[in-house]
Each structure stands twice: as C-alpha cells, then as structure tokens.
C-alpha cells in the first residue's frame, strides 16, 4: 500500500515547454487535488476530480489542465510552462479522515 | 469563495512553553476545520481536525478550538520539543457528501528553540 505517489520529483524545464505531473493513488479515493505551494503563500488549489471521468477548476487553474482517465491516476499537464510556475506541487486523495498528500514535485521553469 | 487568514506568519518558542496559532474564515457554511503539519521538505501531514458540531477536540499536547459565532479556530500546542519545529497549516472546508475541498491559509513557521 503506497499511499500517494507523485512522479517525477523534481524537474527543470525551459520556458515554453510542456510537461505532465503523474499522481497515483492505490486507496480506491474519489476525490484527488493538486495544489501548489509557493513561499508565503500556502497550498493554493489548482484543479481536483471528484470521480474517474472528472475534473473541476481550483483558485488558480489557468495555463495547467488535468485529466483523470482511471480512478487511480490524476494527472497535472503544463502545455507552455512559464517562469511563473516555478513551485512545488502536490497531489493529494481523500477519504472520509481527510487528505493524504504526495511527497511533492518540485518543478523549475527557466 | 472561502478566505482563511492565519496569524502569526512565524513564532519562536522556547522549548516547553506553548504555541497558539490562529486562523479566521470567512465562509459561514464551513464546517470542517484541519491542521496540517509539514516539516522541511515533506510532504503536509494532518495532525488534528474539528468539525463544527463541537468547540474543541484535543489529542495529547495539541487542541483546536473553535468559535462559529466569531468565525475562528486555534491551534494549541502544549509543553513544546524541538521536533515541534515546522510549519504548521490550517484549513477549512464546507464538507458536502463527501467532498472536503479545502481552502488552506498561508502557514505559519514555528520554530521551538532548545
């Protein structure tokens, strides 16, 4: 039993280029989250999924999209990453105790 | 949507006395209020919760409280170690079903000094 499990770690990408952010679950969760955490400025929430299929817009949903295709994978896409998505990300499942995050990716956009 | 202010941004203490850490909403139907723990480099993890249905809940040496009517809940953390040091989040959330959506504030660093 994993838990959550974000892939990649870490990554530095170029402006302009795209990239996806895997987050897997093995706890048979409805509900995923990705936010991202930026210094001073706590989690701030991206986009979430409320069940295999789904997908809904969080405070600050633009220039990233999502997809959840299978109940157990939420993924995170940055289409043209710019300087200004520099920030650790993390996923994020729930069941009726709460959330239980991933270890985090922390992504460098120069 | 739903605003949570946290106060302060740091605290320092000196290993054993107490830390209180506070947070207002805005958002008069939450009624789901964490606290998330995150030391240097990990990942958020949930140390204590409170429902609205009750004002305080306490757990070892941490409580929370809450005041519907004024629209805040605190953090208490009693007789305070050094692997107390981290930062600490609050959050809240208008559960609906099942759904617990969080609105988290900007987190305070608490530091407790040996």
């Known amino acids: 039993n994993a838990g959550v499990t974000q892939t990649p770690k870490f990554r530095v990408l170029k402006t302009g280029q795209s990239m996806t952010l895997l987050c897997a679950q093995d706890?048979?969760?409805?509900?995923m989250y990705w936010y991202r955490q930026d210094p001073g400025m706590g989690l701030r929430l991206i986009h979430y999924?409320?069940?295999?299929?789904?997908?809904a817009k969080g405070e600050v949903p633009d220039g990233y999209n999502v997809s959840r295709l299978k109940k157990q994978n939420f993924l995170l896409g940055l289409e043209s990453a710019a300087p200004s998505q520099t920030s650790v990300y993390f996923c994020?499942?729930?069941?009726?105790?709460?959330?239980?995050f991933g270890s985090g990716t922390r992504l460098t956009v120069v | 949507g739903e605003n949570v202010e946290q106060h302060p941004s740091t605290l320092s203490v000196q290993e054993g006395d107490s830390a209180v850490i506070k947070c207002t909403y805005s958002?008069?139907?939450?009624?789901?209020f964490p606290w998330y723990k995150q030391e240097l480099g990990k990942r958020p993890q949930l140390i204590i919760d409170?429902?609205?249905?009750?004002g305080e809940k306490k757990d070892q040496r941490i409580a929370v409280t809450l005041n519907k009517t004024a629209k805040h809940f605190s953090l208490h953390i009693t007789e305070t170690q050094p692997e107390d040091s981290a930062v600490y989040f609050c959050?809240?959330?208008?559960?609906?079903?099942?759904?617990?959506?969080?609105?988290f504030g900007k987190g305070t660093l608490l530091t407790v000094n040996p």
């Open positions: 994020a499942s729930q069941d009726n105790y709460g959330y239980t």
């Open positions: 706890m048979n969760h409805e509900y």
């Open positions: 999924s409320v069940g295999e299929g789904t997908t």
């Open positions: 958002d008069s139907a939450s009624n789901y």
């Open positions: 409170i429902r609205s249905n009750v």
């Open positions: 959050a809240a959330s208008q559960v609906r079903g099942s759904n617990y959506k969080l609105t």
